[in-house]
């Protein structure tokens, strides 16, 4: 399996993240510490937050996000209700970073929520949804691991690169029967969102 560089982002001062939510006005709002982890105001992070936060409320259960960074998704993920949460990054100064801001938006670690250095070679759960917003050739090089972990009917959404890959990483997907369910753009940057088939 090949590994992922850890990619700072320099933080110099707190932060408070807003998400729009639906077409009432409604916000989510995240509280991010100082720090370098990365996870805040990258529109790769906007693109990916907006991704999952379209997907319908029934299949909020189990969720696993990949290279956790700051935290963003993680809390993002909480507070829109999933039910299990599991966060993985390989950098554990980044954890720390990542449990230190759930802490700040919660006021405790909520006990759904497993946040882990683990690979993602070492996971063997299904999840009904996977998001990964990582640079480089991490999700191209381990795109079938990856798709193996997905539940039936689960959606997989990536970001962090930019669209002239999103041809690539849709005949990856076919590849590993998964289809294309939705995309969210702002040029250069794209977020894919896939949905594996029901059996």
């Not at 189990?62 to 209700?81: E, N, P, Q, R, V």
Request: aromatic letters at 10%.
């Amino acid at each position: 399996m090949k590994t992922f560089e850890p990619y700072v982002e320099e933080r110099p001062n707190d932060l408070e993240i807003i998400l729009n939510v639906g077409n009432a006005g409604e916000t989510i709002k995240i509280f991010l510490n100082k720090g370098s982890s990365f996870g805040s105001n990258h529109l790769t992070t906007k693109l990916i937050a907006d991704a999952i936060i379209s997907i319908d409320e029934e299949n909020r259960s189990t969720a696993l996000d990949i290279g956790c960074g700051s935290g963003i998704l993680t809390i993002l993920l909480f507070k829109l209700k999933y039910r299990q949460i599991k966060s993985i990054d390989i950098d554990t100064y980044v954890l720390k970073e990542a449990k230190k801001n759930i802490i700040s938006n919660f006021g405790y670690f909520p006990s759904n929520i497993s946040l882990t250095d683990e690979n993602v070679h070492q996971l063997n759960s299904k999840f009904n949804l996977i998001a990964i917003n990582i640079s480089g050739n991490f999700i191209s090089n381990n795109f079938k691991m990856i798709s193996n972990l997905l539940a039936q009917g689960g959606y997989l959404i990536i970001s962090g690169f930019n669209c002239n890959k999103e041809k690539k990483f849709i005949r990856l997907a076919n590849q590993n029967n998964l289809f294309l369910d939705g995309k969210f753009l702002q040029n250069p940057w794209i977020s894919l969102v896939f949905k594996k088939f029901s059996i």
